[in-house]
């Protein structure tokens, strides 16, 4: 009995401890990709960015990955992105910018 008891306590702690860690991983997962975008390695960042859990139900990564795609030059990706944020949030006034920014530099203006 005091065997499953103890088994139990320790698959309690694990389960528990779990969301923190992974709450941890991903901010040090930020952190590094935020700091790739700085030093304008852009293709590092939007990997880091990309390998995120969650982040298309997050305004700041949808944004931050729609940005990686713009600075390499992948237009669409980055307008999809940037519709992705929008829709999460409508009234961001840089998501607004941005995204009206890379649908002037499509080729075909879709009306």
Same mark, same amino acid.
Request: charged share 25%; glycine share 6%; with cysteine.
């Given at each position: /009995?005091? &065997?499953?008891?103890?088994? /139990?306590?320790? %698959?309690?702690?694990?389960? %528990?401890? =779990?969301?923190?860690?992974?709450? #941890? +991983?991903?901010?040090?997962?930020? $952190?590094? $990709?935020?700091?790739?975008?700085?030093? !304008?390695?852009? #293709?590092?960042?939007?990997?880091?960015? /990309?390998? /995120?859990?969650?982040? !298309?139900?997050? %305004? #700041?990564? @949808?944004? +931050?990955?729609? =940005? @990686?795609?713009? &600075?390499?030059?992948?237009?669409?990706?980055?307008?999809?992105?940037? !519709? &992705?944020?929008?829709?999460?949030?409508?009234?961001? !006034?840089?998501? =607004?910018? +941005?995204?009206?920014? $890379? &649908?002037?530099?499509?080729?075909?203006?879709? %009306?």
């Amino acid at each position: /009995m005091k &065997r499953y008891t103890y088994i /139990m306590i320790l %698959v309690s702690l694990a389960l %528990v401890g =779990c969301p923190a860690y992974a709450d #941890d +991983n991903n901010g040090n997962l930020k $952190a590094k $990709a935020d700091s790739a975008y700085v030093h !304008e390695k852009y #293709d590092k960042a939007l990997e880091a960015y /990309m390998s /995120m859990p969650g982040k !298309e139900n997050s %305004v #700041d990564l @949808c944004y +931050n990955i729609g =940005c @990686c795609y713009y &600075r390499l030059d992948d237009i669409a990706n980055s307008i999809r992105w940037f !519709e &992705r944020a929008y829709l999460l949030n409508p009234g961001d !006034e840089d998501v =607004c910018s +941005n995204l009206g920014m $890379a &649908r002037s530099k499509t080729i075909d203006k879709i %009306v």
